[in-house]
Nanobody, 123 residues
Framework: QVQLVESGGGLVQAGGSLRLSCAAS????????MGWFRQAPGKEREFVAA????????SYADSVKGRFTISRDNAKNTAYLQMNSLKPEDTGVYYC????????????????WGQGTQVTVSS
């Protein structure tokens, strides 16, 4: 049984930073791509970032490129999303997910999801 638990969300002013964590239970964390997605109020969930199995390759949505950094610590079975220069449009529920495809941006390529953590950026 695989469980993903996000943490680190909260309320921050525009221009601030947050670091999200995603702790995974179960074995074989290292064999999977890890991704972050977000869902803003009234909008569909969208891709944010993904990291390859060893963390050597990453992919970002254009809207967060240069501001967000995805990383992972396979020894701790944990993925991270460092978010800097936050904007009000970054507000939403952030989800981490485990995927089999290399750096996929498609939700249907991810098989396990966390419960989400709320990020609110005030202007």
């Amino acid at each position: 049984q695989v469980q993903l638990v996000e943490s680190g969300g909260g309320l921050v002013q525009a221009g601030g930073s947050l670091r999200l964590s995603c702790a995974a239970s179960g074995r074989a964390f290292i064999f999977y791509t890890m991704g972050w997605f977000r869902q803003a109020p009234g909008k569909e969930r969208e891709f944010v970032a993904a990291t390859s199995r060893n963390g050597g390759s990453t992919s970002y949505a254009d809207s967060v490129k240069g501001r967000f950094t995805i990383s992972r610590d396979n020894a701790k079975n944990t993925a991270y999303l460092q978010m800097n220069s936050l904007k009000p449009e970054d507000t939403g529920v952030y989800y981490c997910a485990r995927g089999s495809d290399y750096l996929s941006r498609r939700e249907d390529r991810y098989d396990y999801w966390g419960q989400g953590t709320q990020v609110t950026v005030s202007s």
